[in-house]
C-alpha cells in the first residue's frame, strides 16, 4: 500500500541540490526515516528530503527558511562540499492522466505518495550530478584545448606534461564517479518491488533527457581523454628529439676534443 504524503495540498515545491563528493547517510539510516533506499527523511514541519550516498539531496515542501536549516543541519555529513551545488527546481502537481508529464517547471504525478517522490527524486538528482559534470567537462575542454595546440608549436614549457597528466586524472575521476557512484543509467531499485512505477519513471527519465546527457558527457570525456593523451604524447616526441639533438652534440663536440688532443692547436705563423 502506497504511504500518501502532501495530502492537504494540490502543489508541493522541490529543490534538487548536488551538495558534495557524497553523504554520510548512516546515522539517519538509523533513526525512523520514511523510507530507504533512497533513503527519505522527515524535514521541517510537513517536509521530506530524499538523500543519496553519491552527494545529492532533495527536498519536498520546505520553504526557504526550512531548506535552510535542514541544509545547516546536513552540513556536517556531506563530504567535500561542493562551494556552488548545482541546483534544479520545480514544483509537483497532482493530475491522473498525464502522469510524468514535465511542462513549464511543473511535474504532474498521480498521488504524493513516498514511491513517486522517491523516483522523481532520482531523476533530479541524476539531472543535477550531471549539470556539475557537464559544466565542469566543459571547463577541463576550454582549459586543454588551447594548451594542445600550443605543442604545436612549442614545447619549451617543461610544466606541460604535469599539467596534461592533471587533466587526464581529472576526465578519469569524474568518469569514475558518474559510473562507480551515481550510476545514471540504473533504474531506481524501488522499481523491483513497485514496477507498476516504470513508466512514470522512463518518462521522467526521458523529460529530462539522462540518458542523452549522459552518452553527450561521455563523448566529451573520450574527446578530452584522448586530446590529453595526444598531446602529452606529442610532449614526450618532441623532448626525445631534443634529448637526441644534445646526444649529437655532445658527440660532435667530443670528436672536436679528440681531433684537438691528437693534432693540436694550429701552428703559429
Known amino acids: 500500500m502506497e504511504k500518501l504524503l502532501f495530502s492537504d495540498k494540490d502543489l508541493v515545491s522541490v529543490r534538487a541540490l548536488f551538495l558534495g563528493e557524497s553523504l554520510d547517510l548512516k546515522l539517519l539510516e538509523k533513526t525512523d526515516p520514511l523510507a530507504i533506499d533512497p533513503l527519505v527523511v522527515s524535514a521541517g514541519d510537513n517536509g521530506c528530503a530524499v538523500l543519496f550516498r553519491y552527494g545529492a539531496a532533495v527536498l519536498f515542501g520546505l520553504d526557504p527558511l526550512e531548506q ?17 551545488p548545482a541546483t534544479e527546481d520545480v514544483n509537483l502537481r497532482l493530475d491522473t492522466t498525464g502522469v510524468g508529464r514535465v511542462e513549464n517547471d511543473v511535474i504532474w504525478l498521480s498521488s504524493f505518495s513516498v514511491e513517486q517522490l522517491q523516483l522523481v527524486a532520482d531523476v533530479l538528482a541524476k539531472s543535477v550530478v550531471l549539470e556539475h559534470y557537464e559544466d565542469g567537462t566543459a571547463k577541463i575542454f576550454d582549459q586543454i584545448e588551447p594548451f594542445a ?21 581529472r576526465t578519469l575521476s569524474i568518469q569514475n564517479r558518474i559510473v562507480g557512484r551515481v550510476e545514471i543509467i540504473d533504474k531506481p531499485e524501488l522499481l523491483w518491488d513497485a514496477p507498476e512505477l516504470e513508466r512514470i519513471y522512463l518518462r521522467l527519465e526521458d523529460e529530462y533527457e539522462i540518458r542523452e546527457r549522459n552518452q553527450a558527457l561521455e563523448r566529451k570525456l573520450d574527446l578530452i581523454s584522448r586530446t590529453a593523451e595526444t598531446a602529452l604524447e606529442l610532449l614526450q616526441y618532441n623532448t626525445s628529439h631534443r634529448v637526441e639533438w644534445y646526444i649529437v652534440i655532445l658527440i660532435v663536440v667530443e670528436i672536436l676534443l679528440s681531433l684537438y688532443e691528437l693534432f693540436g692547436p694550429p701552428a703559429m705563423p
Open 68 to 84: 535552510v536549516t535542514f541544509l545547516q543541519q546536513l552540513d556536517t555529513l556531506v563530504v567535500k562540499p561542493l562551494p556552488n
Open 149 to 169: 595546440n600550443s605543442l604545436q608549436l612549442t614545447a619549451k614549457n617543461a610544466s606541460m606534461g604535469k599539467e596534461l597528466l592533471r587533466q587526464i586524472g
